[in-house]
C-alpha cells in the first residue's frame, strides 16, 4: 500500500459544477497537506496549505483535512475550463521544509 | 529570472553514461529539493539541502545518484552509469526557509527530461 492514495481519474465534469477531489493517507506522522496543480508540461504550483485538521477557503477553492480518517480534500467551486489540470495531495511530517509526499494525481477536465 | 531554472530541459543518453542536471533556484532561497517524476505519477522525494548541507538522502534510489550544493545556491543531481529505468522528469524545487517553517511553500521549477536509450 502507498503512503498516499489518489484516483488518477480522469474526471470530466460539466463548466459551473463543484469538484470534489481527494485523497488517502497511512501515516499518521503527516502533519501538514497540500494540494499542488500541475498543467500539461508545467511544474506543479501550490495552490493550498493546511497544518493538521480543519478547512480552509481561498477563493472558490476550499481544502479538508480529516486526520481522524487520514482523508483529505479540495473542493473547486463554479468549475471552470481553466480549472482543467492534475491536482496532486501532497503531505509532510515536518512543514513545507521537508520532503513531501505526494500523491500521483487526478486529471481534471472542465467541459465548456 | 524569478524562478526555478533547470538545465538541461531534455537531456538523451546511452546506458551506462553518466549525466548531471543542474538547477539553480529562487534568489535567496535557503532549502532546495530534488525530486522525480514519472509518467502519470506524483514527484517522489530524492534529496534536500539547507543551505550547502545535504539533510535527508533517504529517497535516492540507489548510490549512482548523488547530488551536492558546494556554494549554497546552484545543485547538480548527478546519476553515474545511467540505466533505462532511470527515464523520468527530474523537478528542483526550493523555498525561502522562513522562520515559521510550518508554512514554508515550495516553488517548482520546469524539470529536466531524461531518457536513457
Known amino acids: 500500500q502507498k503512503e498516499v492514495e489518489q484516483d488518477p481519474g480522469p474526471l470530466s465534469v460539466p463548466e459551473g459544477a463543484i469538484v470534489s477531489l481527494n485523497c488517502t493517507y497511512s501515516?499518521?506522522?503527516?502533519?501538514?497537506f497540500m494540494w499542488y496543480r500541475q498543467y500539461s508540461r508545467k511544474g506543479p504550483e501550490l495552490l493550498m496549505y493546511t497544518y493538521s485538521s480543519g478547512n480552509k477557503e481561498d477563493g472558490r477553492f476550499t481544502a479538508q483535512v480529516d486526520k481522524s480518517s487520514k482523508y483529505i480534500s479540495l473542493f473547486i467551486r463554479d468549475s471552470q475550463p481553466s480549472d482543467s489540470a492534475t491536482y496532486l495531495c501532497a503531505m509532510g511530517a515536518g512543514g513545507g521544509a521537508d520532503g513531501l509526499t505526494f500523491g500521483k494525481g487526478t486529471h481534471l477536465i472542465i467541459q465548456p | 529570472g524569478a524562478g526555478v531554472s533547470q538545465s538541461p530541459r531534455y537531456k538523451v543518453t546511452k546506458r551506462g553514461q553518466d549525466v548531471a542536471l543542474r538547477c539553480d533556484p529562487i534568489?535567496?532561497?535557503?532549502?532546495l529539493y530534488w525530486y522525480r517524476q514519472a509518467l502519470g505519477q506524483g514527484p517522489e522525494f530524492l534529496t534536500y539541502f539547507n543551505y550547502e548541507a545535504q539533510q535527508d538522502k533517504s529517497g535516492l534510489p540507489n548510490d549512482r545518484f548523488s547530488a551536492e550544493r558546494p556554494e549554497g545556491s546552484i545543485s547538480t543531481l548527478t546519476i553515474q552509469r545511467t540505466e533505462q529505468r532511470d527515464s523520468a522528469m527530474y523537478r528542483c524545487?526550493?523555498?525561502?526557509?522562513?522562520?515559521?517553517?510550518?508554512?514554508?511553500?515550495?516553488?517548482f521549477g520546469p524539470g529536466t527530461r531524461l531518457t536513457v536509450l
Open positions: 524545487a526550493s523555498s525561502l526557509r522562513a522562520a515559521d517553517s510550518s508554512t514554508d511553500t515550495q516553488y
Open positions: 501515516n499518521s506522522a503527516f502533519q501538514y
Open positions: 534568489s535567496g532561497h535557503v532549502s
